[in-house]
């Protein structure tokens, strides 16, 4: 119903007009939660600091204390696998041992098309790849960064778990896949008797096997300091 501009009340209903304005912006919107892309867009990190050291936003206590929790145990687990010697067996003991050996094994086929120094250490190369391949696809593609530090954790406990068999290369006594050991089995089937023995290293495999075991307790302790800082970021940004 149309009304005149002077009038005060609407003609059909009685409203009051100008108590109804004042009513209609008393009310306020609640602010809309912006989202952490737009945090993030905000914010403008360094393309650097966003891939590596991306702090997510909305983190529940129970999720900060299970990624804690996480870290505990991969330091309590980490300084296991360091402090097994590298003439013993205790590194193939470990359930994580038979998670890398299908990767190990798979290298070998993967690398087989290189030639037969290639497929050797193609079996290496494939166990140290795939923490990679991991970390690399959970940071560009879920800015997960926690998950990549996790993933280098576990890229360096592949050299530990690499390094008695480097360090075994001339001894030959460690159990090989199908129940063989480097004395009892053809030459080529110990990849590191082989790959060490073409290019005239094999009397270093006891420095070799040690620099491997060594680089592992570093990037495993880097992955502990990095894991460590992405909690401390984010529990800072929960505050």
Not at 14 to 43: C, N, R
Request: aromatic share 14%.
């Amino acid at each position: 119903m149309e009304q005149e501009d002077g009038n005060r009340e609407c003609l059909r209903c009685g409203i009051v007009f100008a108590k109804y304005k004042a009513d209609k912006h008393s009310v306020s919107k609640p602010e809309p939660i912006p989202s952490s892309e737009s945090v993030e867009t905000l914010e403008k990190e360094p393309l650097f600091k966003s891939l590596f050291f991306h702090a997510e936003f909305d983190t529940n206590p129970l999720y900060l204390g299970g990624r804690a929790l996480l870290i505990i145990l991969l330091l309590i687990w980490g300084w296991r696998f360091a402090s097994c010697p590298l003439a013993s067996t205790c590194v193939f003991e470990s359930f994580l041992h038979l998670i890398n050996l299908p990767f190990h094994e798979a290298g070998h086929i993967v690398f087989r098309p290189f030639g037969r120094y290639m497929t050797s250490l193609g079996g290496s190369l494939g166990q140290l790849l795939m923490p990679i391949v991991c970390g690399t696809v959970l940071i560009l593609t879920r800015r997960d960064s926690f998950g990549g530090s996790v993933c280098l954790w576990w890229f360096g406990q592949n050299f530990i778990d690499l390094a008695p068999y480097i360090y075994d290369a001339r001894a030959g006594v460690l159990p090989l896949v199908g129940g063989n050991s480097g004395r009892t089995s053809p030459y080529g089937f110990h990849d590191w008797e082989f790959l060490l023995n073409e290019v005239g290293l094999i009397r270093y495999d006891h420095l070799i096997g040690g620099i491997a075991h060594k680089v592992g307790m570093v990037l495993m302790s880097l992955a502990i300091l990095w894991a460590g800082y992405l909690l401390f970021r984010q529990y800072k940004r929960d505050l």
